[in-house]
């Protein structure tokens, strides 16, 4: 939702994080990525978990072969 309660993206999303540098962190089927504004994933829900940016980075977790990988 925006600032004023109307929808921006489709609701088919398990959680959804703040939108920072036009990039939102999305949950589906318990992986993450990020979307932008019209709902498209910009960065491929691949992830184990995957916080919002800040000062333009962000942390993401991957799991590979049972390593957890900070990327």
Same mark, same amino acid.
């Given at each position: +939702?925006?600032?004023?309660?109307?929808?921006?993206?489709?609701?088919?999303?398990?959680?959804?994080?703040?939108?920072?540098?036009?990039?939102?962190p999305? #949950?589906?089927?318990? +992986?993450?990525?990020?979307?932008?504004?019209?709902?498209?994933?910009?960065?491929?829900?691949?992830?184990?978990?995957a916080?919002?940016?800040? +000062?333009?980075?962000?942390?993401?977790?991957?799991? #590979?072969?049972?390593?957890?990988? +900070?990327?």
């Amino acid at each position: +939702m925006d600032h004023s309660g109307s929808m921006i993206i489709k609701d088919n999303f398990q959680g959804v994080g703040d939108f920072q540098n036009n990039l939102a962190p999305v #949950e589906n089927r318990g +992986m993450h990525g990020y979307i932008n504004k019209n709902g498209k994933y910009i960065i491929k829900n691949v992830f184990t978990t995957a916080d919002s940016f800040y +000062m333009d980075l962000a942390v993401l977790h991957l799991m #590979e072969n049972g390593a957890n990988w +900070m990327k």
